[in-house]
C-alpha cells in the first residue's frame, strides 16, 4: 500500500534541491548584494568566491549522494545506511532532509517499520523544514503506523489537517482516510469517501483507480 504514495517522491525532492535553491537564495539576498556592488567592487568578488565555492559543495554533496543510492541499488542495505546516516550528519539541510527521508524508506521497505517510524517523525517535528516536508513525513510515518496495526481512530485524527483541500498530499491523506474507515467498519464513511475521490476529476488517476476498486469491494 506504501509504495504508491511514495514513488518517485525522493526524486522529486531531490530534482527540487537542485534546480530551485538558487532561485530562492537570489530572491532573498539578490537585492543586498546588488546594492553592494555599487558601493565597493570586492563584494562581488567576495560573492563571486562564496558562489563558486557553494557551486562545488553542493556539487559534492549531490555526488556523494548519488554514490549512496548506487549502494542501494547494489543491494547492499546495511552499507548504504550506514552512509546515509554519515552523510546526514555532514551534509547541508537540504541534503540532510532528503538523505533523511532516503533512509527512513530503507528502514520501512526492509521490514524495520519501527526505525522508520520514528525517522519520519523526526522529519515531522523538525521545525526547520517547509511544512510541506514535514505533512509528507507525517503521511508516510502514517503508513508505517497502519502497517504496524496503528489504532485506526489516532491515525485519522493524525491524517486529518493534510485531507483540507489546499495540502498537496491531500489525496494521498484522504485515501489512507478512506481505508482507515473501511478498516474500523464504518462503511457508510469509507464509501463516501472513496466515492469523493473517483469522482475528483483533479485527483491523480491511481489514487481514482484504487478507490473505485475498494469502492467496488464495499458495495459487494
Not at 29 to 50: C, E, H, M, Q
Request: aromatic share 8%; charged share 20%.
Amino acid at each position: 500500500m506504501s509504495e504508491p504514495i511514495q514513488e518517485g517522491i525522493l526524486r522529486e525532492i531531490d530534482e527540487e534541491l537542485r534546480k530551485d535553491q538558487f532561485s530562492k537564495l537570489w530572491l532573498r539576498y539578490g537585492k543586498i548584494l546588488i546594492g553592494l556592488a555599487f558601493v565597493i567592487v570586492s563584494s562581488v568578488a567576495g560573492y563571486k568566491a562564496w558562489q563558486n565555492y557553494d557551486i562545488t559543495n553542493r556539487n559534492q554533496q549531490g555526488e556523494r549522494f548519488a554514490a549512496t543510492i548506487s549502494l542501494i541499488n547494489e543491494g547492499d542495505q546495511e552499507a548504504a545506511l550506514g552512509a546515509l546516516t554519515a552523510f546526514q550528519a555532514e551534509a547541508s539541510q537540504g541534503y540532510q532532509m532528503l538523505a533523511g527521508f532516503q533512509a527512513a524508506a530503507m528502514m520501512a521497505n526492509g521490514g524495520n517499520v519501527q526505525g522508520a517510524t520514528a525517522a519520519y517523525d523526526k522529519l515531522a517535528n523538525d521545525g526547520s523544514l517547509d511544512i510541506i516536508y514535514r505533512d509528507l513525513a507525517i503521511l508516510l510515518g502514517a503508513i508505517q503506523r497502519m502497517n504496524n496495526n496503528g489504532d485506526t481512530a489516532v491515525l485519522t485524527t493524525l491524517l486529518a489537517s493534510l485531507t483540507a483541500d489546499k495540502n498537496p498530499w491531500r489525496y494521498s491523506a484522504r485515501e489512507l482516510t478512506a481505508i482507515l474507515a473501511k478498516q474500523s467498519g464504518h462503511k457508510a464513511k469509507a464509501r463516501k469517501l472513496f466515492a469523493a475521490l473517483t469522482d475528483d476529476k483533479t485527483a491523480p488517476q491511481g489514487i481514482r483507480l484504487r478507490a473505485r476498486e475498494l469502492l467496488t469491494g464495499l458495495a459487494e
